[in-house]
T-cell receptor
């Protein structure tokens, strides 16, 4: 239990569906992250929010839309995804987005399958 | 471009010692992290190095050489529960983590 929860844990969706992933952190952190993890590939940073403001969008396609209503909650809205978007989506949080140890705490992830 | 290299897979014997290497080329350096990820679970933080040298934490140690762009994670007295993937990551000049693809460590009895 890392203090970061994600729902759902598994999601199967068609290419025309709209779904949302939810992340909640109970650590009092100010920075939250979305990552994509595909088999045998490095973690890909998708979005970063620091104090509720988006500070990073790593050229992510517009079919992925993040939302951060407050420092504890982060959503990833999914729309018209492609089969190649099937992956494990990890949420993480850290005290803030600076140097120092400031390690990231990860949720268990949502295993997404796009048919 | 930015790059983190680590072996894809390693095998070791229970009770033995294993060293997992990581080399990096990044724009800036604000520390190097090692994470452990068991299959189907979240990555969990193991260690952080920002100065050259060895950091020891129980059975796990992590070494850094900034001039060589090199780090290793040393695991002693291996246990079956150490079977996992070990991820190396470097915080760059923008304070973003650049990740390696991970090293899958298989422990045999």
């Amino acid at each position: 239990e890392t203090g970061v929860t994600q729902t759902p844990r598994h999601l199967v969706m068609g290419m025309t569906n709209k779904k949302s992933l939810k992340c909640e952190q109970h650590l009092g952190h100010n920075a939250m992250y979305w990552y994509k993890q595909s088999a045998k590939k490095p973690l890909e940073l998708m979005f970063v929010y620091n104090f509720k403001e988006q500070t990073e969008n790593n050229s992510v396609p517009s079919r992925f839309s993040p939302e951060c209503p407050n420092s504890s909650h982060l959503f990833l809205h999914l729309h018209t995804l492609q089969p190649e978007d099937s992956a494990l989506y990890l949420c993480a949080s850290s005290q803030d987005e600076t140097g120092g140890p400031n390690e990231q705490f990860f949720g268990p992830g949502t295993r997404l399958t796009v048919l | 471009g930015q790059n983190i290299d680590q072996p894809t897979e390693m095998t070791a014997t229970e009770g033995a010692i294993v060293q997992i290497n990581c080399t990096y080329q990044t724009s800036g350096f604000n520390g190097l992290f090692w994470y452990q990820q068991h299959a189907g679970e979240a990555p969990t933080f193991l260690s952080y190095n920002v100065l050259d040298g060895l950091e020891e934490k129980g059975r796990f140690s992590s070494f850094l050489s900034r001039s060589k762009g090199y780090s290793y994670l040393l695991l002693k007295e291996l246990q079956m529960k150490d079977s996992a993937s070990y991820l190396c990551a470097v915080k760059d000049s923008n304070y973003q983590l650049i990740w390696g693809a991970g090293t899958k460590l298989i422990i045999k009895p």
